[in-house]
Structures are given as structure tokens and as C-alpha cells.
């Protein structure tokens, strides 16, 4: 089987979502940590609660997934006795070691790995009762990351008035392999998608758990950043995660299209052929034996094979693409909140193509690839200014027409969307060429701004900073309290409406309309087309990286 092209793919394993709020800048406080002992339904935990903020971290919300449980959805783990200690974290889901990624911006030390890693961690505010609930999935492809990352700290929107929740999630192979063998197995006969099962287990788990820490499991906002975002859309439109949540943020989405399980569509060779090659490819004669391999054999050898992550459409968990689910209002009905950052592709140049060497070669194979659309493609990334127009399609074709159909789409479900433009930058990231790089959010978001990555570019320590950060978790946790993000001494942040409205973070929050425009139904009509034609697939084939795009069909552009 011919495996779809990785070159650009590869660069993504690096990279990676009662209480009142109180609305008040996120400071540290000094003071002396305390044992703090809950006793919920799973079980009793101990924790630390320290200046105010109670953690629990590393408490398993699914059963060890190892030997026979491989490849298999989540099973609820038994109840366990006496007091569980939950002042470390659990160990990170395998992964593969990727040459080269301790020197990426995004490295972190994952310290151990286990399959036995279905955990999450919860930060709470002392005495909180009823409180809001925000659930953190990390990004890093599918791949790659953890719930420890330090940048990922619940404390700070803990002080909101905020319960905090971070997941593990099963990743790689190990996470998302679809095989007939498997489908066989499967009461409904679908395969893939275990990483997602999991999401949605933690998702059970905290509405049967969450109130003994405090926090309100009929107020549940999911969240995430890049794949974690990824994984908040196709839990929107999972039939069996409709009603776990209440909210849905999602940072750096990207509506990419899927493999099915069983059929090639839309450019895709099938989830199951895609698992058969794997199988080939790790010299195993049977399930079994790829059962027994050891688990970082397995995730390392898959990957040097070039096995693709996808989520698989199945018919079951994941009904139908995702802009198709969009597109008939199946979504669930939900508030969101969805923005991108205006230098996504400069930390992720690995998905650019290599560059024309003239601006007559881009323009040329621009007209070749995009037609009769080729003259508004051309104005908007024009061939005078290859580089930046190389990284601002891309962009716009990932990240800002996701992050924009989020907000139209659930408009037209009558339901609030807030979007958003991450438009800061700040020196040490600004001299590196990475203005408001992929993921360069999520420090604001969660107060983390001293506590990034080792290789991230370092935030200055400075007013100007905190305070934008305090205004950005303070937006966060307000929508996830009611549904309207506000920040002390802010701007509103207006619904995207009639008016298109967004807002943008730069050195302050600032308000404005019609964020996309033409951009979003030049790459509106991309995809219908693609779609229509149903054997293209929509990522980042984009500019000079696109394929011919098939004649303009009924219903679109």
C-alpha cells in the first residue's frame, strides 16, 4: 500500500486545546502547602492544597489498556481502597522518540512513559462548591505531549473560581489504529478512534466525580489547543459524548478531512488498509503478536515507517467528517469560543513546501492548481512576498477557516460563537521570526508565562505581559462559567453575530469585525470543491502544494 506523503506530517510530532470568579489578576501567593483528603465515588485521594488551590494529579479514570485491553475502549477502573496519593503526576502515554525534538521550541521532558497512563489532574479553589469545570486536552499531533507540561498548570484559572481538569489520552498507534482484525472484535464493528474513546471516559468520569472536588458537572466546558482542539470538534460531533459537556474552546482547530474506516475517500486509502500496512510494516504475523510487542518498539518503529495519525470515520463514534457534521447543524449545540494566531506556520515551516525560486514560478504553478480562482488567490498571497504568502495560506487554510466556520456554524445553531486572533508578539519571539507562533497562546491562557518549554522563546517579565495574561484566563474562565468571556477593565467581547465580530489579542484586547473576509470563502470554495469531487483531501495542500483543484460543483464558489 502506498503510505500518503509524511514529509509534511512529521513536523506536527513536535508540535502539540457555585464559586464565584472573582475577576482579579492571577498573582502567586506565598504560603505554606497542606495534605488535602477528598473521598469521591472512585475512590479517596490526597492531594496538596497550597495558597488556596487544591491539586489532585495522576488519578487513573480507565483501567491499565495493556495486553488484551490494547486496541480495545476504555474500561472503567475498579474502586480502589484505602487513600490514594495524588501529589504526582501519572506517567505520560507512550510516544516516539523523534530525532531532533529536544532541540524543538515545544521540547519537554515527559518523564516516565506507561500505558498505564489514563489519568487526569484536577485543580481546584479551597471550598469550592458548585464551581465551574474546564477540561484541558493537550496537542501534539496526536502523537506526542502530556497533561504535566508545566505551561499546562491549572492554578492560576483555579483562582478564577475555575475547577481545572488535564487528560492523558492513548496516542499514535496505540491511540488510533483501526485493523479489520479489530473491527472485527468490535460489538459494532468499527475500529480506531481509542484515544478519542478515552477523552470521552475522563468525560464520564468527571460527571460521576467532579462534584466532590467541587466543581458543577452540568457546567463543563472541554477545551484544547491544535490536535486537543482537533479533539474538541470530533467530540462535538460524537453521539456518544453529547451531553459531558456544556462549552467548547478550541484553540489552532484545523477541520481536516479523515480517512473511513473501510472505503478510500476524499484522497485517503482506509483506516483498515492503513492498519494491515502497519502490521506489514512491524513484521507481525497477527494481532497477537503486535499485542505483545513492547509498546515503545511499537510507537517508534510506526513511526519511522511513516504511519499517519488520523481519526477514522466510522459511521459510529465519528459519524461523518467533520465539516459535513458542521454542515448539516448535527454538531452539538453548544457556545464556542475558537481563534488562531496570526504566525501559526512560523514555528511549523515544516509544512510549507520547499519554495519557488522565482515569483514567476509561484505565481505559474498558483494558476496551475487553482484555475478560475487563481487571480483572487494571487491577490490575497501575492507572488511578490513568497515567503509571507506561503505562511499566511497555509494558515488562513488550517487554522483561520476552521476557527471562523466554528463561529459561523454555531451562529447558525442559534448558539454564541466568540472568535479570536492571537496577534502578540514580544522580543525574544519576535527576533526569532516567530511572532505569535503555533500554541504561543496558551501561556496567557493559563497564567503561565515564566513557566513555558526550555527551548520556548522567553517571555519578558514584565507588567505589560501579566496583565494581558490575567485578561486572557480571565476571558477564559468567564465563558466557561456562563458562556460570555469579560475581563475586569476589558473590552466586551462581542458574539460573532450578523457583524462577524472577533476579538484581537496584541499588546491589549481589542475588538473588530469581518476578521477573515475573502480569505475564508476563497478557502470555503477550495474545500467544497474537494469535497465534492471526493477524491482530495483538505489540509495543508495548499498554494503552490495544492493539486489541481476539481471544476467548480453545484453549491459552491
Same mark, same amino acid.
Given at each position: 500500500?502506498?503510505?500518503?506523503?509524511?514529509?509534511?506530517?512529521?513536523?506536527?510530532?513536535?508540535? =502539540?486545546?457555585?464559586?464565584?470568579?472573582?475577576?482579579?489578576?492571577?498573582?502567586?501567593?506565598?504560603?505554606?502547602?497542606?495534605?488535602?483528603?477528598?473521598?469521591?465515588?472512585?475512590?479517596?485521594?490526597?492531594?496538596?492544597?497550597?495558597?488556596?488551590?487544591?491539586? =489532585?494529579?495522576?488519578?487513573?479514570?480507565?483501567?491499565?489498556?495493556?495486553?488484551?485491553?490494547?486496541?480495545?475502549?476504555?474500561?472503567?477502573?475498579?474502586?480502589?481502597?484505602?487513600?490514594?496519593?495524588?501529589?504526582?503526576?501519572?506517567?505520560?502515554?507512550?510516544?516516539?522518540?523523534?530525532?531532533?525534538?529536544?532541540?524543538?521550541?515545544?521540547?519537554?521532558?515527559?518523564?516516565?512513559?506507561?500505558?498505564?497512563?489514563?489519568?487526569?489532574?484536577?485543580?481546584?479553589?479551597?471550598?469550592?462548591?458548585?464551581?465551574?469545570?474546564?477540561?484541558?486536552?493537550?496537542?501534539?499531533?496526536?502523537?506526542?505531549?502530556?497533561?504535566?507540561?508545566?505551561?499546562?498548570?491549572?492554578?492560576?484559572?483555579?483562582?478564577?473560581?475555575?475547577?481545572?481538569?488535564?487528560?492523558?489520552?492513548?496516542?499514535?498507534?496505540?491511540?488510533?489504529?483501526?485493523?479489520?482484525?479489530?473491527?472485527? #472484535?468490535?460489538?459494532?464493528?468499527?475500529?480506531?478512534?481509542?484515544?478519542?474513546?478515552?477523552?470521552? $471516559?475522563?468525560?464520564?468520569?468527571?460527571?460521576?466525580?467532579?462534584?466532590?472536588?467541587?466543581?458543577?458537572?452540568?457546567?463543563?466546558?472541554?477545551?484544547?489547543?491544535?490536535?486537543?482542539?482537533?479533539?474538541?470538534?470530533?467530540?462535538?460531533?460524537?453521539?456518544?459524548?453529547?451531553?459531558?459537556?456544556?462549552?467548547?474552546?478550541?484553540?489552532?482547530?484545523?477541520?481536516?478531512?479523515?480517512?473511513?474506516?473501510?472505503?478510500? #475517500?476524499?484522497?485517503?486509502?482506509?483506516?483498515?488498509?492503513?492498519?494491515?500496512?502497519?502490521?506489514?510494516?512491524?513484521?507481525?504475523?497477527?494481532?497477537?503478536?503486535?499485542?505483545?510487542?513492547?509498546?515503545?518498539?511499537?510507537?517508534?518503529?510506526?513511526?519511522?515507517?511513516?504511519?499517519?495519525?488520523?481519526?477514522?470515520?466510522?459511521?459510529?463514534?465519528?459519524?461523518?467528517?467533520?465539516?459535513?457534521?458542521?454542515?448539516?447543524?448535527?454538531?452539538?449545540?453548544?457556545?464556542?469560543?475558537?481563534?488562531?494566531?496570526?504566525?501559526?506556520?512560523?514555528?511549523?515551516?515544516?509544512?510549507?513546501?520547499?519554495?519557488?525560486?522565482?515569483?514567476?514560478?509561484?505565481?505559474?504553478?498558483?494558476?496551475?492548481?487553482?484555475?478560475?480562482?487563481?487571480?483572487?488567490?494571487?491577490?490575497?498571497?501575492?507572488?511578490?512576498?513568497?515567503? #509571507?504568502?506561503?505562511?499566511?495560506?497555509?494558515?488562513?487554510?488550517?487554522?483561520?477557516?476552521?476557527?471562523?466556520?466554528?463561529?459561523?456554524?454555531?451562529?447558525?445553531?442559534?448558539?454564541?460563537?466568540?472568535?479570536?486572533?492571537?496577534?502578540?508578539?514580544?522580543?525574544?519571539?519576535?527576533?526569532?521570526?516567530?511572532?505569535? =507562533?503555533?500554541?504561543?497562546?496558551?501561556?496567557?491562557?493559563?497564567?503561565?508565562?515564566? #513557566?513555558?518549554?526550555?527551548?520556548?522563546?522567553?517571555?519578558?517579565?514584565?507588567?505589560?505581559?501579566?496583565?494581558?495574561?490575567?485578561?486572557?484566563?480571565?476571558?477564559?474562565?468567564?465563558?466557561?462559567?456562563?458562556?460570555?468571556?469579560?475581563?475586569?477593565?476589558?473590552?466586551?467581547?462581542?458574539?460573532?453575530?450578523?457583524?462577524?465580530?472577533?476579538?484581537?489579542?496584541?499588546?491589549?484586547?481589542?475588538?473588530?469585525?469581518?476578521?477573515?473576509?475573502?480569505?475564508?470563502?476563497?478557502?470555503?470554495?477550495?474545500?467544497?470543491?474537494?469535497?465534492?469531487?471526493?477524491?482530495?483531501?483538505?489540509?495543508?495542500?495548499?498554494?503552490?502544494?495544492?493539486?489541481?483543484?476539481?471544476?467548480? $460543483?453545484?453549491?459552491?464558489?
Amino acid at each position: 500500500m502506498a503510505v500518503p506523503n509524511i514529509r509534511h506530517f512529521v513536523s506536527l510530532l513536535l508540535a =502539540f486545546g457555585g464559586a464565584a470568579l472573582v475577576l482579579q489578576p492571577a498573582m502567586a501567593l506565598a504560603g505554606p502547602a497542606a495534605e488535602t483528603v477528598v473521598e469521591a465515588p472512585a475512590g479517596t485521594v490526597e492531594g496538596v492544597t497550597e495558597n488556596g488551590i487544591a491539586s =489532585f494529579k495522576g488519578i487513573p479514570y480507565a483501567a491499565p489498556p495493556t495486553g488484551d485491553l490494547r486496541w480495545q475502549p476504555p474500561v472503567e477502573p475498579a474502586r480502589w481502597d484505602g487513600v490514594r496519593d495524588a501529589s504526582e503526576f501519572g506517567p505520560a502515554c507512550y510516544q516516539p522518540t523523534v530525532p531532533g525534538a529536544a532541540n524543538s521550541i515545544y521540547h519537554e521532558e515527559l518523564g516516565p512513559m506507561s500505558e498505564d497512563c489514563l489519568s487526569l489532574n484536577i485543580w481546584a479553589p479551597e471550598h469550592a462548591s458548585n464551581a465551574p469545570v474546564l477540561v484541558w486536552i493537550h496537542g501534539g499531533a496526536l502523537v506526542s505531549g502530556a497533561s504535566s507540561f508545566d505551561m499546562y498548570d491549572g492554578s492560576r484559572l483555579a483562582r478564577q473560581g475555575v475547577v481545572v481538569v488535564s487528560i492523558n489520552y492513548r496516542l499514535g498507534a496505540l491511540g488510533f489504529l483501526a485493523h479489520p482484525g479489530l473491527s472485527a #472484535e468490535s460489538p459494532q464493528g468499527i475500529s480506531g478512534n481509542y484515544g478519542l474513546m478515552d477523552q470521552i $471516559a475522563a468525560l464520564r468520569w468527571i460527571e460521576s466525580n467532579i462534584s466532590a472536588f467541587g466543581g458543577n458537572p452540568q457546567n463543563v466546558t472541554i477545551a484544547g489547543e491544535s490536535a486537543g482542539a482537533l479533539s474538541v470538534m470530533w467530540l462535538m460531533t460524537a453521539p456518544p459524548a453529547r451531553g459531558l459537556f456544556d462549552k467548547a474552546i478550541m484553540q489552532s482547530a484545523y477541520m481536516i478531512s479523515s480517512p473511513a474506516l473501510k472505503e478510500a #475517500e476524499h484522497g485517503h486509502v482506509s483506516a483498515e488498509a492503513m492498519g494491515t500496512w502497519l502490521q506489514e510494516q512491524l513484521d507481525a504475523p497477527d494481532l497477537a503478536a503486535m499485542r505483545e510487542m513492547a509498546p515503545g518498539e511499537l510507537v517508534n518503529r510506526a513511526a519511522r515507517a511513516g504511519y499517519l495519525i488520523w481519526s477514522t470515520v466510522d459511521g459510529k463514534l465519528i459519524p461523518n467528517q467533520i465539516a459535513e457534521t458542521f454542515d448539516r447543524g448535527e454538531q452539538a449545540p453548544v457556545p464556542v469560543l475558537a481563534g488562531f494566531n496570526s504566525g501559526e506556520i512560523r514555528s511549523l515551516r515544516r509544512l510549507l513546501p520547499p519554495a519557488p525560486a522565482t515569483s514567476s514560478g509561484y505565481e505559474a504553478k498558483i494558476r496551475e492548481a487553482y484555475g478560475d480562482l487563481a487571480e483572487v488567490f494571487l491577490a490575497l498571497y501575492p507572488a511578490d512576498t513568497i515567503d #509571507e504568502s506561503m505562511l499566511a495560506a497555509t494558515r488562513d487554510a488550517l487554522y483561520g477557516w476552521t476557527a471562523e466556520r466554528l463561529a459561523r456554524k454555531q451562529t447558525l445553531l442559534g448558539q454564541d460563537g466568540f472568535l479570536y486572533l492571537f496577534d502578540h508578539g514580544y522580543p525574544e519571539a519576535d527576533k526569532a521570526g516567530l511572532h505569535a =507562533f503555533h500554541a504561543s497562546e496558551i501561556p496567557y491562557v493559563f497564567g503561565t508565562i515564566h #513557566e513555558t518549554a526550555p527551548n520556548w522563546p522567553k517571555i519578558p517579565r514584565n507588567a505589560q505581559e501579566r496583565a494581558l495574561s490575567d485578561a486572557m484566563l480571565q476571558y477564559w474562565a468567564t465563558f466557561a462559567r456562563d458562556g460570555q468571556p469579560r475581563a475586569h477593565g476589558q473590552p466586551d467581547w462581542p458574539a460573532y453575530g450578523a457583524q462577524a465580530a472577533f476579538m484581537v489579542f496584541d499588546e491589549t484586547p481589542q475588538t473588530g469585525t469581518r476578521l477573515m473576509g475573502t480569505r475564508y470563502a476563497l478557502n470555503e470554495a477550495v474545500v467544497c470543491r474537494r469535497r465534492a469531487a471526493g477524491d482530495q483531501p483538505w489540509h495543508w495542500d495548499v498554494g503552490i502544494a495544492s493539486p489541481p483543484l476539481p471544476p467548480r $460543483a453545484e453549491g459552491c464558489q
